[in-house]
């Protein structure tokens, strides 16, 4: 499948994990409703790795890999966090739009430290995107 239906994907489930976390989170501390969600992740995530075999290439990876990928963990479990405390404290219609302001971080980090391009239509649309986020706070 190409990129696009992968990240498609992605978002689909994401807005089902809003969702789905909204409800999960009623009743419980939010940091223990991410660590349950986290051990369901890590199990799933490794029963995948380990069918396909790709846990062979474990020795291959660098050290520069590995430190990205640690960091990259320290950063989604901090967002894991934060937007698990923002379902329990608000509604998943306001908390999913917010945590999509993501996007222009991305393009423009993306931009800055990894020199990707940023066109005037890429631009714009986030821009829009923004926008109608934060459009829907009132």
């Known amino acids: 499948m190409p990129w696009w239906v992968y990240a498609l994907l992605s978002a689909g489930f994401a807005a089902l994990t809003a969702v789905l976390a909204k409800v999960g989170v ?3 501390p939010s940091t223990l409703a991410t660590a349950i969600r986290t051990v ?3 199990v799933f995530a490794w029963s995948i790795s380990l ?3 790709e846990h062979h290439a474990l020795p291959a ?6 430190l990205f990928l640690v960091l990259s963990g320290v950063a989604t479990g901090l967002s ?8 329990q404290l608000g509604p998943a219609s306001r908390v999913a739009p917010l945590d999509k302001l993501s996007l ?3 393009l423009l980090l993306a ?8 066109t005037w239509r890429m631009g714009v649309g986030v821009t829009l995107m923004a926008v109608g986020a934060l459009l829907t706070l009132k």
């Open 26 to 28: 009623e009743g419980i």
């Open 80 to 87: 894991w966090l934060a937007y698990f405390r923002a379902l």
């Open 104 to 106: 222009p971080l991305t």
């Open 61 to 66: 990876i660098s050290r520069k890999t590995l």
């Open 40 to 42: 369901v992740i890590l």
């Open 51 to 53: 069918a396909r075999g």
């Open 111 to 118: 931009f800055l430290l990894l020199h990707e391009p940023l």
